[in-house]
């Protein structure tokens, strides 16, 4: 049975329980505001199934200036008189003056049995009930356990409180693991999965993945639809995130907060300040970041380049980056989502992939680019710009190790175009849940989860989202650019339609080689039937 220690508070405080194999914490003294109210009556209380209780009977709330303020007390939180439980209360009242008083109170409802929750009764003594244990597989533990000694999030010490009182109120333990080194990436990892699935023995009850997989094992029946929980304790999921976690009319994705722009252009801020040209996000704040002014910017770069080595470059990366960023920016898109259509082979796009033509014959581009951290080049400081996501800027397999500053600027726009920024999404890192379980163990690992979270407002998570920035950049211009875009997003199913970005019908593979050689309107041409066809699939 869980003891709980008394304690009256006039100012706000969190109460500590202790026993039931919980180390016991003292409490810390309260910090009384003698101009705020005293509010009395408030005992924890322990009571059993069953019983009747009133949440204000001798409560009261005193003011030195206002009196007796009982009936302004305002009672926040629930009891459930009908099963076990640890419940809490919170009592509030303002004076007259503004000051506000808040108490928490402690109900511990017993079974009928005698026993607090997550008791049971042997041999005529409660013994406590051994926790579940749930567990979270990702590919990097240290970024989401609090615990963990290299944890790299924010809110650490929060966020280690607020598992703890997690574990305690659903008696579970949160495990965390890594996944195993068979479940590497993409098809390695979406195998693992769905093989311990069809075993009955899934590898973790929440998986780290990306939204590209959610097709592939929803229809494996590797992950769970959580639809049923949105209305309730799901209700706090943005949006944006219900939505790269969709497939055919199931929800199997979610994550805390909302998505932000995953891709961007980042340059040798030392190289270019070197050179004496125009700084690339100081053009794109001036609202002065076109494709005119891009090409203008590149060309003036690899003319004093050119001068300096052979195997100096302005432009870095895979040639599809540029492109799957730059249509949207010319009014088109590749699958979007909204539309439900095959776009890459429309005018917006073509527009798009001659242009790029154009740059790539000029010059501007290295001979021999490498996929996310890049070619030798690149990470040598040989090349100026290249497309990354912020991810990478403290990654040690990315650009952690640079030995240069990376400024940011987004994409440029077309020169006609009159729309708002807009940036693809694809691959979005979300969290499922392994299906097989019994419908009550789903719903507590889904309501586990979702406790675990710092649910903020829209405008906690645009600051949190800058004191992020703050951590990545450098120079205050990179954080203003980025903050102007990163939540104008929208999902493109490109990657997520089951056909391999890098196989032999994949776009991305050939439209890397198509700008290259000029032949972008038959490439698309030739491989559009064969992503309708897989749409019409994925939409259903």
Not at 176 to 198: F, L
Not at 208 to 225: R, Y
Not at 512 to 537: F, M, W
Request: hydrophobic share 40%; with cysteine; aromatic share 10%.
């Amino acid at each position: 049975m869980k003891k709980i220690l008394m304690v009256l508070l006039v100012t706000s405080l969190t109460i500590t329980l202790s026993g039931c194999g919980k180390d016991e914490k003292e409490n810390p003294a309260p910090v009384i505001d003698k101009n705020a109210a005293l509010i009395s009556g408030v005992d924890d209380v322990e009571l059993t199934v069953g019983d009747t209780f009133d949440q204000l009977d001798g409560v009261t709330a005193t003011d030195t200036a206002d009196g007796d303020l009982t009936a302004n007390i305002i009672v926040s939180g629930t009891v459930d008189l009908a099963n076990p439980g640890n419940y809490t209360l919170t009592y509030t009242v303002t004076d007259s003056d503004g000051n506000v008083t808040t108490v928490n109170r402690s109900v511990v409802v017993l079974g009928l049995d005698g026993c607090a929750v997550f008791q049971e009764l042997i041999g005529g003594e409660c013994v406590d009930i051994e926790p579940d244990v749930i567990t979270i597989m990702h590919g990097a533990v240290y970024e989401i356990d609090p615990f963990h000694e290299a944890y790299s999030g924010t809110e650490q010490l929060t966020k280690q409180e607020l598992q703890r009182e997690v574990e305690a109120k659903y008696n579970v333990v949160i495990n965390y693991e890594e996944y195993p080194a068979n479940a590497g990436w993409g098809p390695s990892r979406i195998t693992a999965i769905i093989q311990s699935s069809v075993s009955g023995e899934p590898m973790s009850d929440i998986y780290w993945i990306t939204s590209d997989w959610v097709q592939q094992l929803a229809d494996a029946d590797a992950i769970a639809d959580v639809t049923q929980y949105l209305t309730t304790t799901g209700a706090n999921i943005d949006e944006s995130y219900l939505e790269v976690g969709s497939y055919k009319g199931g929800h199997y994705g979610f994550e805390v907060g909302q998505v932000t722009i995953a891709h961007g252009l980042y340059y040798n801020a030392d190289l270019v300040e070197n050179l004496g040209v125009d700084n690339p996000t100081e053009l794109y704040l001036d609202g002065d970041w076109n494709w005119s002014t891009f090409e203008t910017w590149a060309t003036d770069v690899q003319t004093q380049l050119s001068a300096q080595g052979d195997d100096m470059y302005a432009l870095g990366g895979m040639l599809s980056y540029y492109a799957m960023n730059m249509i949207p920016l010319n009014g088109g898109s590749l699958i979007n989502a909204h539309t439900g259509r095959v776009a890459f082979a429309q005018n917006p796009a073509l527009e798009t992939y001659d242009y790029l033509t154009n740059l790539y014959t000029k010059g501007l581009f290295e001979l021999s680019p490498q996929y996310d951290a890049g070619s030798p080049e690149w990470m040598a400081g040989k090349v100026a710009m290249h497309p990354g996501s912020l991810w990478f800027l403290t990654a040690d397999n990315r650009w952690g190790t640079l030995p240069f500053e990376l400024g940011f600027v987004p994409y440029p726009v077309a020169d006609d175009f009159d729309g708002e920024y807009i940036s693809p999404v694809s691959g979005v890192a979300i969290m499922s849940i392994a299906s097989g379980m019994t419908p009550e163990r789903e719903a507590l690992v889904f309501e586990v989860w979702n406790e675990l979270q710092l649910w903020k407002t829209d405008q906690e998570e645009a600051d949190a989202f800058e004191l992020t920035l703050l951590t990545k950049f450098d120079d205050e211009i990179y954080i203003e650019a980025y903050l102007q875009v990163f939540d104008k997003t929208y999902l493109d199913l490109i990657n997520a339609v089951g056909i391999s970005a890098y196989g032999e019908n994949g776009w991305t593979r050939n439209i890397n080689s198509a700008i290259k050689t000029g032949t972008s309107r038959t490439v698309v041409d030739q491989i559009k039937p064969i992503y309708e066809t897989a749409l019409d699939d994925y939409i259903g």
